[in-house]
């Protein structure tokens, strides 16, 4: 074929239906309220406004606008992309940007367009783009894409991303114009006209700049050029004459012009070195005397970063600046800011506008620097940049110093600032040669460049030259380390237009006559007609020009179909585009514009614009726009994928021609239709391989659809079979006449044939030899490459079931050039897929001798053809396999399926990585360089084999990785599947915990993509606790919700506590928004008054009660509620009234009968805040605007609110609150907001070492404040909660300053006046407990405070004895004693004491220390014990119990040992021992120990620990009871111990709701008379809180930080009225919350979203008390602590495995944890849940018990549905296994379905469903001998492969198998019966096959392939000689070891090939004999 394609020729394409175009964004604006539009809508009448769609009547009204509004109108498109998958719907975005307004809308072909954000804002808009920044994600390099769309006003550029974030990024100077680039924005500066003149040489200004992102600093932009002079030298990217024109992102490069030269340069856009950053900051002292000069770099930087202070001299004289402030009286000059040398700069236009300009708001900008300089928006932006640079030569430093209005401050002559870093480099790639000679005219600025790619993959920059009318395209080539861009050839091609077309890769040119082109990369294509736009008409008589209407399509004379394909010739048809000629002859044709009767001429194409996809719009004379698709290269897969074969071997300028060629004729006007498409590739495509398409009958049948038609397709003529004369005109004025000369492919009358006679008589008889081969056609000599390709896109279809359609029409076109290929074993391959397809072809063409040397014979084709089937085949039964040929990128399916087999069959774990090459070879091709794979280390296989488990879980997850999914192996034929089928089995029955989404989604486990896919029980609306509730008791009160409880996630309690109703008793328990009940009798003697006192009494009593409440509500319902930023959180309120029966009357405190404390309420209210507050979870949203939102506007409420603070510290949020709310709330002096806040902050930085907040709380400490500083008056609580904050911030951390002020602290001195000598006991207790966490666990090695002495210090704190000398900065402080109190010069134990204990306890934490322990011990001699109170003991034995913590024992005799020896003997003998300090050290030491087995074991819910406990709180109780033993200790003392006992057991019991504790915690509930104070209230129900922590959500922690928070919170001296804090601050008690930790398990149904029960197996690791254990545990539960465990399993048979393995990392199991604890678990089919079938009687195995075969019949399909939810397996019983009328003569077929069905339930694989019905089917025709083609037995052969290689291995792997059923053997033998009793009636016919004779083309036939497929015997043609005859079975075995045939396939062969040597009779027994094996 001559080089048609590159020239003028007349070919046309016929573009896409016209449409057209208005931007969305217009319309919307038309009703959008802005100046903009209400100034178009007066200028313009009203009767052109609305004019038929707006269009052409906008156009026209536009055109009056003045100019300067017209320019504000621009848009933007694009291909959406916005987190849209490939196969969805493609769609365009529109970007229209009009006055203030900015419109962002979507719209595809399926569904309008409408706005997706539209953004007005105060200034014209210059620019608006869309941008990507990257935003680094952490610490290793992870960057994520944020989508975002840049408004550009003349000072600012607001950003708005997405997701939704909005910044604004202030302008340091005016900006020309924005580009979006890989890595962020370049912004080009505008240089002010005289910028350039005043400057001296060599001072020039950065140009370019970058902003990486949004909040980042602007910073200069370095280039690199490659100049000849300079070498390769770095500098700022500051030449004025650089402008840039164009920028990418992938490449990520940048096209420039430079104004002087007026050359196009490229540069490549990276991130700068570090050299390079170095080499352009080092800046020389001499003044810079280079050609681009850099000005010294703390110059420049003083430039860039100088913010000019408001305090520098000449600040308010600027922002006074009028007119005529300055030297001359124009407005805000330059000088204003630098006076540079008296000569005066014009300031930018926007420059004074913006001293005043209120648009970058004070607080964005202070927000972005955090430096108050930046405060003043009129000076950051204009003093950075607008000033020139200077160097500092002499006269500038005069001019400097002497100008008037300097504004500048001094910084520019002392640099301090550090210098801006560069972030990207511009590198020079490729420049254009500039225009020299008499050519003199130089190039204009491109004003349109673009990237285009052609259908090779050839890649050009094109850029549009206007002045020149000329596209230049420069090709360019990635090196190979894709790197670098390497530019090739310069091709000019001449065009006024032209724009890119992705999608068909190519792109539309606009000629300068007017005429559209298509072009591909620089290769032409064709013109193309618009049909509608303008029709052109032709009469072949005569050419004068007239109207006519306007016509749908060009139609042929002759009644052309609209499949055949037209030329429209160009000499005798008007230009289809109207050019515009300069002569006369103009054509006026209508086009559908006429009804609006324009006045001008015909509207010519101006210019293209907004290409997107293959669609692009015209802009068209007269302002119109149209919007016109051009059609892609194929509809069709199968087209498409043959034109990728075909490209992919040709060489390069062979396959453009064909594509191009291709195109063409597809695209013809009037062009085929879909279906026609395949029959017209095929007759191209064989035309161009040198064949007369015309003379095969098979393809001359192709083109006759519609018939009689006389137009016959490309290149081919025919004897006419009568038409009109008009078609003969036709035909010679063609194209086609014309090119006959040129191209002689096959002429008129065939050229191959000598003589008439012979022409004809080959039409007549079918079979002729003349059929020769046109070797002069273009593709001929690369027959043999094509048509392997080929082969292998028929395999690859193959495999695909949505394409194998496609196959069947390629193996046609296959079979032919086979045949003349004379590849017989090919063709014999084809015959055997489609045997009574092929049979119908016998024509072959011809090929002599030479024409055969003609031809390329590659090296990969070989005789043996490649079948993917037999491959996959062969690596079942374990044959010896070599690598199967694949086509990279086309035969995917292919390579997976291949790969697939030899990783999981072939058992060669390195198959997907190293060793690709052993199984596929991939072919290099014409224009792809063999880069074969990439080059692995070949590991050696000497690993032996791995276990198939081990296979299957390497298979999913690599078929995962390549994208492969369940819709992808749907589609894979039923029996290759099946070895892919059965290791996601495999998978599925144990799969790991970790895998990803992808893979979980690929086994089928959606309880685990569920896990994977994180989500938690009350935040997602579909997940659980969406209020469905299990049946709780209805509400009786309307106000049952306001008790603050109404969130615990009823439907997990409900599981967790199914038996009883004890959630709603301890809501009961808790509630304190409801009155009390207050019975009190009225006795006679009683009067009225009276009466009401003791009732008021009684009230008082009670609200003791009520008041310690909230402490234990807010442990009940911890972490339950996920607040609505919307609403305030709801606070219950602390009800303080009752209600008298039996009138109901009202009791009321207030009354003024009784005197009631003052401030009685005000720490109740703190802890009913706190108690609010601790409702939200950590994982909700809040903000710091909420927060604020939440404060109450009456003061009596700011109590509630700081409680409401401390809590979000204790759940985290208080760290979002911002810094000027925290100042704001701790300057208002509220005490009780100081407290909350302090502890809230620093529970929030729990361990953090936070400056911040450490300064934060010194300021409260005294002790830390230098010595010096003015006395604070800071509230003695706000101390306490100070100094437990220092711990709090430190804990853990061993931090000597504090630790040593702390020391001191527990000691701290009275002072002189009233200071520190009230609730003394509370500071030195926190100073303690602080100090304790500050070294927490440390023990003995703490370091760097050996000479602190720690542990001495305290021990004499504990001890009492001299006081040492305050040493240090606090010296001054304590010098003069208290008037108050008289200390002396001894320690006073009462105060240091317990702190000193619990500090000593803390330090030695778990540190089995016995040396400290000793020390704690309890005296053993009376004299002793007198000396030291008995509480202290409790603490004694608590501080030394958990210092030798694993001496700790959960028993009885173990708590008693801890009484001393004098004590046991003494309780029982009274003489002279004082028995009330025995008795109460006694109780003290027992409720001490007790506290210790509580913390050694908390949230265990260890038996024996309870046990324990339990026994010694009983008998704390009995001595309550007898009033002689509590008289002798002290009812007081009593109560103490028992409520310490309570809480060491509910701490043991936390979150389980144990029953017992429950009622304990009742029984005291109801006792609120005698000596029942507000402290014991708050003990008891903080037990009941523990015990129901978090709803049974959360448990109890013993890691160290727990422990020291539940030492605090649960310190044994509670207060004893509700204003009491003088030995422990009340706000410590919530401090508990800081030791919970979820452990809850919940499982939820994945199907139905429900929480439901399941059987956990956990294992503990092995410790020193036990050996590795296993528990069962029926889930919902509560976990052990995760480092005891080993792992946790979902145990079957009801629910899906599931193993979590803990020894590997617990984060899984943490993060499962704390979203709640929901672990997603599918329900097996056949299993009931345990909440429907408790002991799993009703499931469906459970009726297989004695056999499985009464299984299958008892089996009943009707019930399928409780069995499983699967809707594929429900559909198929109700339509399949019914027994329905038409049904009934077939019951077999009802058993056969029916048992299928059940094999799907309890094997638990429902998707073998289908290839179950497959097999079925397959036999059924098989029998019935119906099968077209021998697909199906291929598979059935496969399957059988499988299920033999499965059964060969033993019954050891027998159970693990997919394939377990007796349905299989079954069907093979029915199928092996089939083909036997085949066999015996037709062994002639195999004969006649193996001898090679000719077959007819019958039904028999079809059998005879299906039984070679089956029985797989290879192509035996040349082979038969060797087979018959044998005399014996082993001659015939030995003779057939060559040819692969399985022995049991042989065997049955036997009949037929011995009977020619021993004649019939021989053969009766061996029909048998083959059944056998």
């Not at 709780?1032 to 599981?1055: H, K, R, W, Y």
């Not at 002189?1312 to 500050?1334: F, I, K, N, Q």
Request: glycine share 6%; proline share 6%.
């Amino acid at each position: 074929m001559s080089e048609v394609v590159y020239e003028e020729t007349a070919t046309m394409i016929a573009s896409g239906e016209l449409q057209s175009f208005v931007p969305f964004g217009r319309e919307h604006c038309r009703n959008h309220p802005n100046a903009f539009n209400l100034q178009l809508r007066e200028l313009q009448p009203a009767s052109e406004l609305w004019l038929s769609d707006g269009a052409a009547g906008l156009v026209g009204s536009l055109q009056e606008v003045s100019l300067q509004e017209r320019e504000r109108e621009c848009w933007q498109l694009r291909k959406g992309c916005m987190g849209v998958r490939e196969e969805d719907v493609e769609f365009e975005e529109e970007l229209y940007t009009a006055g203030n307004v900015v419109v962002w809308s979507k719209g595809s072909r399926l569904q309008g367009s409408s706005v997706y954000k539209a953004f007005t804002v105060d200034s014209p808009v210059q620019q608006a783009l869309w941008c990507n920044f990257a935003v680094p994600q952490n610490k290793n390099d992870e960057e994520q894409v944020e989508q975002t769309v840049c408004v550009v006003q003349s000072n600012c550029v607001n950003v708005h991303t997405v997701t939704g974030k909005d910044f604004i990024s202030p302008l340091p100077f005016q900006v020309s114009n924005l580009w979006a680039t890989k890595f962020g924005l370049l912004l080009e500066r505008k240089n002010p006209p005289t910028d350039a003149q005043l400057s001296p040489p060599g001072e020039s200004l950065p140009t370019v700049f970058s902003m990486l992102h949004p909040l980042d600093e602007i910073a200069p932009v370095v280039c690199k050029p490659t100049s000849i002079f300079e070498g390769c030298r770095v500098q700022y990217a500051s030449d004025p004459a650089l402008k840039i024109v164009f920028s990418c992102c992938q490449p990520s490069i940048v096209v420039s012009y430079d104004t002087v030269q007026g050359t196009h340069s490229v540069w490549a856009l990276r991130k700068v070195t570090h050299d390079e950053r170095s080499s352009v900051l080092r800046c020389p002292l001499e003044p810079m005397g280079t050609p681009l000069g850099l000005m010294t770099s703390g110059f420049l930087t003083s430039h860039l970063r100088n913010v000019s202070r408001l305090d520098s001299p000449g600040g308010p004289c600027v922002t006074g600046l009028g007119v005529g402030t300055g030297p001359s009286s124009s407005p805000l000059h330059y000088s204003a800011l630098h006076s540079h040398q008296g000569r005066i700069l014009t300031s930018s236009p926007g420059f004074h506008s913006r001293v005043h300009s209120p648009n970058i708001s004070n607080m964005a900008a202070l927000s972005r620097s955090h430096s108050p300089g930046m405060a003043a928006p009129s000076f950051t932006g204009a003093a950075r940049f607008n000033t020139s640079f200077q160097t500092l030569s002499p006269r500038g430093h005069h001019a400097l110093l002497t100008s008037p209005n300097i504004t500048m401050n001094e910084s520019v002559l002392v640099p301090e600032m550090e210098p801006i870093i560069p972030d990207l480099c511009m590198e020079q790639l490729w420049s254009e040669t500039a225009t020299g000679g008499y050519q003199r005219e130089m190039s204009s600025q491109a004003s349109k460049v673009f990237l285009t790619s052609d259908l090779c993959e050839n890649r050009y920059l094109c850029f549009l030259v206007e002045s020149h009318q000329q596209l230049r395209c420069v090709k360019f080539i990635e090196s190979n380390d894709t790197s670098q861009l390497i530019f090739a050839s310069v091709t000019t091609l001449s065009a006024k237009d032209a724009a890119p077309l992705e999608n068909i890769d190519a792109m539309l040119v606009l000629e300068a006559c007017g005429s559209l082109v298509l072009y591909t990369g620089i290769s032409r294509v064709s013109k193309v007609f618009v049909p509608g736009f303008l029709s052109p008409t032709f009469n072949l008589a005569n050419h004068t020009s007239h109207l006519c209407t306007p016509m749908e399509n060009v139609s042929t004379p002759a009644n052309a179909g609209s499949r055949h394909i037209q030329r429209l010739d160009e000499s005798v048809m008007p230009s289809p585009v109207s050019e515009r000629r300069g002569s006369n002859f103009k054509h006026h044709e209508a086009s559908f514009l006429d009804d609006y009767t324009f006045p001008q001429v015909t509207p010519y194409i101006q210019a293209l614009r907004d290409p997107v996809c293959n669609r692009v719009t015209l802009e068209l004379s007269n302002g119109t726009l149209l919007r016109i698709s051009l059609p892609e290269i194929a509809t069709s897969e199968l087209v498409r994928k043959c034109l990728q074969a075909i490209r992919f071997i040709l060489p390069k300028e062979a396959a453009m021609k064909v594509l191009v060629k291709w195109y063409n004729i597809y695209n013809a006007p009037g062009g085929p239709s879909a279906h026609a498409e395949w029959n017209l590739f095929v007759t191209c495509f064989m035309t161009l391989l040198g064949y007369n398409t015309e003379r095969l009958a098979w393809t001359r049948n192709l083109h006759f659809e519609v018939p009689l038609s006389p137009v016959i397709a490309a290149k081919k003529a025919r004897p006419s079979d009568g038409g009109s004369d008009e078609d003969m005109d036709y035909l010679l004025g063609s194209h086609y006449h014309r090119q006959m000369i040129s191209q002689p492919v096959c002429n008129l009358v065939d050229s191959c044939c000598t003589t008439n006679t012979d022409f004809f008589s080959s039409i007549s008889a079918p079979i002729s030899p003349s059929l020769r081969l046109d070797s002069s056609a273009a593709l001929f000599p690369h027959i043999p490459a094509l048509f392997y390709v080929l082969h292998l896109l028929y395999q690859e279809l193959q495999l695909d079931e949505l394409q194998r359609a496609g196959a069947s029409s390629l193996v046609c076109l296959l079979q032919q050039l086979a045949r003349d290929l004379q590849l017989d074993e090919y063709v014999d391959l084809y015959w055997r897929d489609y045997p009574s397809l092929i049979s119908g072809f016998l024509e072959s063409c011809l090929l002599d001798q030479a024409q055969i040397s003609q031809m390329q014979r590659p090296s990969f084709l070989k005789a043996e053809p490649p079948s993917v089937f037999s491959w996959l085949s062969s690596c079942l039964r374990g044959e010896e396999v070599g690598p199967f040929p694949f086509l990279p990128g086309i035969c995917q399916r292919t390579r997976l399926l291949v790969l697939s087999y030899a990783l999981y069959i072939i058992g060669d774990e390195y198959a997907t990585s190293s060793d690709v090459s052993k199984y596929l070879s991939k072919l290099s091709a014409g224009q792809k360089a063999s880069a074969g794979e990439p080059a692995y280390r070949r590991q050696s296989n000497v690993k032996g084999k791995p276990s198939s488990q081990n296979l299957a879980e390497q298979l999913v997850v690599w078929l995962t990785s390549e994208g492969f999914t369940l819709k992808d192996l749907e589609s894979v034929p039923f029996g290759v599947a099946l070895p892919i089928r059965e290791a996601i089995y495999h998978c599925r029955e144990q799969p790991c915990s970790d895998w990803s989404e992808e893979v979980c989604l690929l086994i089928g486990r959606q309880d685990l993509t569920k896990q994977a896919h994180k989500m938690t029980l009350a935040n997602s609306k579909t997940s659980v606790g969406t209020g469905l509730s299990l049946d709780t008791p209805a509400t009786t009160e309307a106000d049952e919700e306001e008790d603050g409880m109404s969130d615990i996630i009823q439907e997990v309690t409900g599981l967790i506590w199914s038996q009883d109703l004890r959630v709603q008793e301890v809501r009961r328990l808790l509630q304190s928004s409801r009155p009390v009940r207050v019975s009190v009798v009225q006795l006679p003697e009683v009067s009225d008054h009276e009466y009401i006192e003791e009732k008021e009494n009684k009230l008082l009593q009670l609200c003791q009660r009520t008041m310690a409440l909230p402490v234990g509500r807010g442990l009940f319902t911890l972490f339950s509620y996920h607040p609505v930023p919307t609403e305030p959180l709801p606070v219950p309120k602390l009800n303080l009234t009752g209600r008298a029966p039996p009138r109901n009357t009202m009791v009321d405190l207030n009354s003024g009968n009784i005197d009631v404390p003052p401030n009685m309420t005000s720490w109740p209210s703190f802890h009913n805040g706190v108690a609010a507050g601790l409702k939200i979870a950590p994982a909700s949203q809040v903000d710091s605007a909420w927060i604020a939102y939440n404060k109450p506007k009456s003061p009596e409420l700011a109590n509630e609110y700081a409680g409401f603070l401390m809590a979000l510290g204790l759940n985290g949020h208080l760290t979002k609150l911002a810094t000027l709310n925290i100042h704001d709330y701790l300057t208002k002096g509220h005490e009780m907001t100081s407290i909350g806040l302090l502890l809230g902050v620093s529970s929030a930085k729990l361990g953090t070492m936070d400056m911040s907040i450490t300064r934060l709380l010194s300021i409260h400490i005294p002790a830390l404040l230098p010595p010096t500083s003015t006395e604070l008056d800071v509230p003695h609580n706000v101390q306490v909660a100070a100094v437990i904050g220092i711990g709090l911030v430190y804990q853990g951390t061993g931090h000597r300053h504090n630790a040593e002020v702390l020391l001191s602290e527990i000691g701290r001195p009275p002072g002189p006046e009233m200071e520190y000598c009230t609730d003394r006991e509370s500071y030195s207790l926190a100073a303690g407990l602080a100090l304790g966490m500050v070294c927490l666990g440390h023990g003995s090695n703490l370091i760097g405070m050996t000479d602190l002495n720690v542990p001495e210090q305290l021990y004499q704190y504990m001890v009492g004895g001299h006081r040492r000398a305050q040493a240090g900065a606090n010296r001054e402080r304590h010098k003069s004693p208290s008037y108050q109190i008289k200390e002396g010069d001894t320690i006073n134990v009462d105060v240091t004491c317990p702190g000193a204990t619990l500090a000593l306890a803390m330090i030695y934490l778990k540190t089995n220390n016995r040396s400290i322990a000793d020390w704690l011990k309890a005296p053993d001699t009376m004299f002793l014990l007198d000396f030291i109170k008995p509480e202290f003991l409790l603490l004694r034995t608590l501080a030394r119990c958990i210092i030798m913590w694993d001496d700790i024992l959960p028993s009885t005799e173990w708590v008693k040992s801890n009484v001393p020896q004098i004590m046991r003997v003494n309780i029982a003998s009274s003489d002279d021992v004082n028995i009330e300090t025995l008795a109460q050290a006694h109780d003290y030491i027992i409720a001490g120990a007790c506290m210790a087995v509580g913390f050694r074991f908390a949230g265990s819910a260890n038996s024996d620990a309870f046990d324990c406990l339990y026994k010694f709180a009983r008998s704390f109780m009995k001595i309550m009871v007898l009033s002689a033993t509590a008289a002798v200790t002290g009812y007081y003392n009593v109560q103490t111990g028992l409520s310490m006992v309570l809480l060491a057991l509910s701490m043991v019991m936390a979150g389980t709701g144990n029953l017992q504790v429950l009622q304990l915690c009742r029984f005291l509930h109801k006792r609120t008379s005698g000596e029942m104070n507000y402290g014991f209230h708050m003990a008891h129900h903080m037990a009941l809180g523990l015990l129901f922590l978090g709803g049974g959500r959360y448990t109890l922690s013993t890691s160290n930080s727990a422990i020291a928070a539940l030492l605090c919170a649960l310190y044994p001296h509670f207060p004893a009225h509700s204003t009491d804090n003088r030995y422990h601050l009340q706000a410590l008690r919530h401090l508990a919350v800081l030791a919970a930790e979820p452990r809850l398990l919940v499982p939820v149904d994945v199907d139905s979203l429900k929480p439901c029960y399941a059987l956990l197996e956990v294992t503990y690791k092995p410790t020193q008390w036990y050996e590795e254990t296993m528990v069962e545990l029926m889930a919902p539960t509560m976990l052990p602590e995760l480092h005891l465990l080993k792992r946790v399993k979902v145990k079957g048979p009801r629910y899906w495995e599931l193993t979590i393995d803990l020894s590997r990392e617990t984060q899984h199991l943490k993060s499962i944890l704390t979203k709640d604890g929901v672990l997603y678990v599918k329900l097996r089919a056949g299993q009931l849940p345990y909440k429907d079938d408790p002991q799993g009687w009703k499931s469906l195995m459970a009726s297989t018990v004695n056999h499985s075969n009464s299984g299958v019949r008892s089996f009943k399909p009707d019930a399928i549905s409780t069995f499983t939810s699967e809707p594929a397996l429900v559909s198929f019983a109700e339509l399949f296994c019914k027994t329905s009328e038409g049904m009934k003569h077939r019951e077999d077929t009802l058993m056969l379905f029916s048992a299928m069905l059940y094999e799907c339930v309890t094997q638990e694989c429902p998707e073998m469903l289908p290839t179950y019905i497959a097999i079925e089917q397959v036999v059924g025709a098989l029998r019935r001998g119906d099968l077209l083609q021998t697909f199906p037995l291929w598979q059935m052969r496969l399957v059988g492969d499988l299920w033999d290689s499965r059964v060969l291995r033993g019954p050891v792997r027998r159970h693990v198998a997919l394939l377990t059923s007796e349905f299989l053997p079954f069907m093979k033998n029915k199928v092996d019966a089939a083909m036997d009793s085949w066999l015996t009636e037709n062994s002639s016919l195999l004969r006649s096959y193996m001898r090679g004779e000719p077959l007819c083309k019958d039904a028999q036939s079809m059998m005879l392939a299906c039984f070679l497929v089956y029985r797989s015997i290879p192509c035996l043609r040349n082979t038969h000689t060797q087979l018959e005859g044998c005399s014996s079975l082993g001659d015939l075995l030995s003779r057939s070891s060559h040819l692969g045939i399985p022995l049991r396939d042989l065997l049955r062969l036997l009949p037929v090939l011995l009977s020619s040597a021993t004649g019939p009779h021989a053969l009766l027994g061996f029909p048998q004999h083959a059944n056998l094996c």
